[in-house]
Nanobody
Framework: QVQLTESGGGLVQAGGSLRLSCAAS????????MGWFRQAPGKEREFVAA????????YYADSVKGRFTISRDNAKNTVYLLMNSLKPEDTAVYYCGAPNPYGSMSYRRDEYKYWGQGTQVTVSS
């Protein structure tokens, strides 16, 4: 099974940028579509972005569309989330996730089987 480790979070001012990384190990990375979710204090974990196994297609939550970009490098077993024009409401713990191998790209949290430990993103106003 795949293990996921996020990195790249931190404190940034509103309008700034961050790039999150999620490194995968223990599985064949190219067989997994991947997704990013986030969870703010007192709220449920919500979908942010997802990408297909080859990186040919992506899907975004309306709240981040046009500001965030998901990408992947299968040679490096890593998926990225580039976040531009950050807003205070983007503050959350960000998680990467993977469904079962050969699963479809999805925005549904219950379709993801594997999760990383999360990385904190804080956007100050």
């Amino acid at each position: 099974q795949v293990q996921l480790t996020e990195s790249g979070g931190g404190l940034v001012q509103a309008g700034g940028s961050l790039r999150l990384s999620c490194a995968a190990s223990g599985g064949t990375f190219s067989t997994y579509s991947m997704g990013w979710f986030r969870q703010a204090p007192g709220k449920e974990r919500e979908f942010v972005a997802a990408i297909t196994r080859r990186g040919s297609s992506a899907y975004y939550a309306d709240s981040v569309k046009g500001r965030f970009t998901i990408s992947r490098d299968n040679a490096k077993n890593t998926v990225y989330l580039l976040m531009n024009s950050l807003k205070p409401e983007d503050t959350a713990v960000y998680y990467c996730g993977a469904p079962n191998p050969y699963g479809s790209m999805s925005y549904r949290r219950d379709e993801y089987k594997y999760w990383g430990q999360g990385t904190q993103v804080t956007v100050s106003s």
